[in-house]
């Protein structure tokens, strides 16, 4: 069956570094889109950034732009974000996700605390 299982989370200061992890499995990992959202307290799930399945091409929300990297290893079936100039602003749940077969599946997220 599909799993996505996320890692990397944690409490850090404001202008500080994560590296989030997903591990994929289930699924040929190569030919899929992958996708970072997250979700803050009260708020709705807002998708972070993307790769690609063929050519590893990426896009940002806006908010994330120059801070974040998205990036896959076929290999690892691993796809990661990494964090830059964390802001409080970017504390959230995050969770990878990706669409198989049609349906979408989400692991079961990672927490992001960004606090001095």
């Known amino acids: 069956q599909v799993q996505l299982v996320e890692s990397g989370g944690g409490l850090v200061q404001p202008g500080g570094s994560l590296r989030l992890s997903c591990v994929a499995s289930?699924?040929?990992?190569?030919?899929?889109?992958m996708k970072w959202y997250r979700q803050a307290p009260g708020e709705e799930r807002e998708l972070v950034a993307t790769?690609?399945?063929?050519?590893?091409?990426?896009n940002y929300a806006d908010s994330v732009k120059g801070r974040f990297t998205i990036s896959r290893d076929n290999a690892k079936n691993t796809v990661y974000l990494q964090m830059n100039s964390l802001k409080p602003d970017d504390t959230a749940v995050y969770y990878c996700?990706?669409?198989?077969?049609?349906?979408?599946?989400w692991g079961q997220g990672t927490q992001v605390t960004v606090s001095s």
């Open positions: 996700n990706t669409f198989v077969y049609g349906r979408g599946y």
């Open positions: 289930g699924f040929t990992f190569s030919s899929k889109d």
């Open positions: 790769i690609t399945r063929t050519y590893g091409s990426t």
